[in-house]
């Protein structure tokens, strides 16, 4: 699978949401995370680590390693143009939208995701990140109910906000490795339901 991370905004767990997909993917697959922002996040995140379970490279490296990879995740750069979605579509098999479940989140989202079907996609989905994790938080329920209302499709899993993942960014390693914090499998399982999606998207 060819799968891109992509948003109009920053902040929206895009990096994260790289990391992780091509954690998942890895478990299928020799699998490549193409770091295509300039600010080389995902590099910093995961380039480091020696045993991360997938190659992270630049587009530029991508071309020598062709055909290598059974899976690709593109953390694309923030705010891509009209043209760059347009590239993106006529490459990838998937791409996904996160977004945090609050106003200009989400109304930033929804544009990106309308230019995307201007362009005739049926290829992108809106990931809900950052979601509030305290009991009778109504946010995630909300957007989600907003964005079907705008016939935007959405994963059936969200990413709860969790520390974790800013040990996981420092430690260079994926959330579920990191230590003594309760919570780091809470938010790995998140990711899983929604790689199990991505797989069978992909089917």
């Known amino acids: 699978m060819i799968i891109a991370i992509a948003n109009l905004k920053g902040g929206v767990a895009k990096t994260t949401t790289a990391v992780h997909i091509a954690c998942g993917l890895a478990k299928n697959g020799a699998t490549v995370l193409v770091d295509s922002d300039p600010n080389r996040s995902s590099l910093a995140w995961a380039g480091k680590s020696s045993n991360a379970p997938f190659k992270v490279i630049t587009e530029i490296e ?17 705010r891509p143009e009209r043209e760059d979605l347009k590239i993106l579509l006529d490459t990838v098999n998937l791409i996904i939208l996160p977004t945090p479940p609050n106003g200009d989140d989400l109304r930033v989202t929804v544009s990106t995701a309308k230019a995307l079907a201007e362009l005739s996609s049926t290829k992108h989905r809106v990931l809900l990140t950052k979601v509030p ?62 790689i199990k999606e991505v797989m069978d998207y992909g089917k």
């Open 62 to 78: 991508l071309l020598k390693y062709q055909g290598q990879f059974k899976h690709i995740v593109t953390d694309t750069k923030a």
């Open 133 to 194: 994790t305290h009991s009778g938080a109504s946010d995630e329920q909300d957007a989600r109910t907003w964005l079907e209302s705008q016939k935007i499709p959405v994963f059936k899993g969200r990413i709860r906000f969790y520390k974790a993942y800013d040990k996981a960014f420092l430690a260079g390693v994926p959330v579920y490795e990191v230590k003594k914090d309760r919570n780091a499998k809470l938010a790995w399982s998140d990711y899983q339901a929604v």
